[in-house]
């Protein structure tokens, strides 16, 4: 059985920073969930501009800073010429996107990374793959030795897609088919609950800024029953200007009823508009088995309501791993590796 480790039973929960949002709610819901939908749900090319795609064939290269503890060292550069509008500088940066990087919070190559890797299930094929190792943050470990005893959340476990300097965006779609590696299934088998796996977040003012807000897309193991699925959730939230806490700003998180596929490729699609309780937009679907379904459809904040003057999406984390320490050290116990592989990118903007 995986985690054997005391201090797991601090995973329970997320860090106090993060743990400040609403009850999880299982089956109470303000959205649809599970309903079938055909892809002309889908944004239309009328109403969006494809910035970049990226299957990650040949000519992508990854490139990578060897300095220890660089939070942001690994990029992808060069031209994936299998697709329109491939290039990772030309087209993806320099237009309504400052920089595309990779980012870890700390550490090196034998913690974590990505790498561009040949498809286990098709040879012709090149995908992303991104992978954890140790959790390399360090929040507030004395001695800076990961998985040494300490508290399940003085370090922390990340490795990031980062599009920063957005301009002008208030409004957004991408896919990106994902495929989760096996130590998931560990994690579903275990008997604990985890409210902490994020794989996307979206940020309106990071939390150095002024009026800062996200929406969280995590991974959710409800229970502490050995053998529950992980489903999809998502959450808005807005931080306190003088505790720095983060506060919900929907009625709920939410939890959908939609079993996250585990060892399987299956495509997410997401899209964001910048709005109010009356206008602002959060779509989630996944496509898995030839079927599209869509599992959030809310009307609800996207920026902080105290924002005299939101100016759109600041900074997005599209392809994301993040877990506490306390959880990748369990894994790390087992000889397992956080990971998951990423295909077939593409990021379009909403029109003005």
């Known amino acids: 059985m995986l985690f054997g480790l005391p201090f797991i039973r601090e995973l329970e929960q997320e860090d106090t920073v993060k743990n400040t949002a609403a009850v999880i709610l299982i089956g109470v819901m303000t959205i649809l969930s599970g309903c079938i939908s055909t892809p002309a749900d889908l944004p239309s090319s009328e109403e969006y501009t494809l910035v970049f795609q990226s299957g990650f064939e040949p000519d992508s290269n990854h490139v990578f800073d060897d300095i220890i503890g660089a939070p942001c060292s690994d990029d992808i550069r060069g031209n994936d010429s299998s697709v329109f509008l491939g290039d990772w500088e030309n087209d993806l940066e320099g237009g309504v996107i400052e920089q595309s990087m990779f980012c870890f919070g700390g550490g090196d190559r034998t913690q ?16 992303l793959h991104i992978w954890v190792l140790e959790p390399a943050e360090n929040v507030s470990d004395s001695d800076d030795i990961p998985c040494n005893g300490e508290g399940g959340d003085q370090r922390k476990a990340r490795a990031q897609h980062v599009l920063k300097g957005l301009d002008g965006v208030f ?11 096996h130590s998931f299934t560990n994690l579903s088998e275990s008997e604990y609950e985890f409210n902490w796996m994020t794989i996307g977040e979206f940020w309106n003012n990071l939390p150095a800024e002024d009026y800062s807000f996200r929406v969280t897309l995590n991974l959710i193991k409800p229970d502490n029953q050995s053998g529950t699925p992980f489903y999809f959730g998502i959450k808005g939230e807005s931080q306190a200007e003088d505790s720095k806490e983060w506060i919900s700003e929907w009625d709920e998180a939410i939890v959908t009823q939609e079993v996250v596929p585990i060892g399987e490729w299956f495509t997410l699609d997401i899209t964001l508009i910048e709005g109010d309780q009356t206008s602002g937009e959060v779509i989630l679907g996944i496509t898995h088995g030839g079927e599209r379904r869509e599992f959030v459809n809310l009307t609800d904040w996207t920026h902080h309501p105290d924002d005299p003057n939101p100016d759109g999406f600041s900074t997005l984390n599209t392809m994301k791993l993040y877990t506490s320490g306390g959880v990748m050290c369990g894994l790390k116990s087992e ?5 998951a592989w990423w295909d077939d990118f593409r990021f379009e903007v909403k029109k003005s």
């Open 335 to 339: 000889d397992l590796v956080l990971e």
């Open 112 to 127: 974590r990374g990505i790498d561009l890797v040949t498809d286990s299930e098709a040879s012709d094929n090149q995908v």
């Open 171 to 181: 409004g957004f779609h991408y896919e990106v088919r994902l495929k989760l590696g």
